[in-house]
């Protein structure tokens, strides 16, 4: 099983910050990882996939970063319809896992 | 436009049964694999089950091992998981989720969930 340590856990800002989440895996994954976003009471949503590509139709504020046990998620300009918790999750292995997530609020 | 609806949840005693169902359209459903995605109500996301497009490769979770059992009809663009001997702990919400492709098996569609709760 591939362990994976998401961090912070939770994060305030204020519109227009620049924010980075981490996340880091027990072992290397190469470029397998994808970043989602979650509204309350909605389904997850992917962002980036293959750690830095965007999904089609997300902002270009949104970027991935990192390969092998070592990936960051930032939010270049943080808009008000992007606070929302944030998951990472690996595809290099089954049982697929995700990290625990990360909660970005209004300071 | 990819549509996945989940239906079938509801409450359910503990070690009872239940039968979640997914309807796909808007895309060739036999070319796809499909996942089922769970969680618990204010917790994070847990990847439950894989089933592949022609169902020759199924993956389980361990904590769903030997009581879940992922399956789909390629002729009906529908995806499926029977749950059985249902613990406390099986109450989330439960997504069916399209993987991308091959060479890039992440979730780019989900359903909007259906809720399980196990409660005596």
């Known amino acids: 099983v591939i362990w994976m340590t998401q961090s912070p856990s939770l994060l305030s800002a204020s519109t227009g910050d620049r924010v980075t989440i981490s996340c880091r895996m027990s072992q290397g994954i190469s470029s397998y990882l994808a970043w989602y976003q979650q509204k309350p009471g909605k389904a997850p949503e992917l962002l980036i996939y293959?750690?830095?590509t965007l999904q089609s139709g997300v902002p270009s504020r949104f970027s991935g970063s990192g390969s092998g046990t070592d990936f960051t998620l930032t939010i270049s300009c943080l808009q008000s319809e992007d606070f929302a918790t944030y998951y990472c999750q690996q595809y290099y292995s089954f049982p697929r896992t995700f990290g625990q997530g990360t909660k970005v609020e209004i300071k | 436009e990819v549509q996945l609806v989940e239906s079938g949840g509801g409450l359910v005693k503990p070690g009872g049964s239940l039968r979640l169902s997914c309807a796909a359209s808007?895309?060739?459903?036999?070319?796809?694999?499909m996942n089922w995605v769970r969680q618990a109500p204010g917790k994070g996301l847990e990847w439950v089950s894989s089933?592949?497009?022609?169902?020759?490769?199924?993956y389980y979770a361990d904590s769903v091992k030997g009581r879940f059992t992922i399956s789909r009809d390629n002729a009906k663009n529908s995806l499926y998981l029977q749950m059985n001997s249902l613990r406390a702990e099986d109450t989330a919400v439960y997504y069916c989720?399209?993987?991308?492709?091959?060479?890039?098996?992440?979730?780019?569609?989900w359903g909007q969930g259906t809720l399980v709760t196990v409660s005596s």
């Open positions: 989720a399209r993987v991308m492709s091959y060479s890039t098996p992440t979730f780019d569609y």
């Open positions: 293959a750690a830095s």
């Open positions: 089933i592949s497009s022609s169902s020759s490769y199924i």
């Open positions: 808007g895309f060739t459903f036999s070319s796809y694999s």
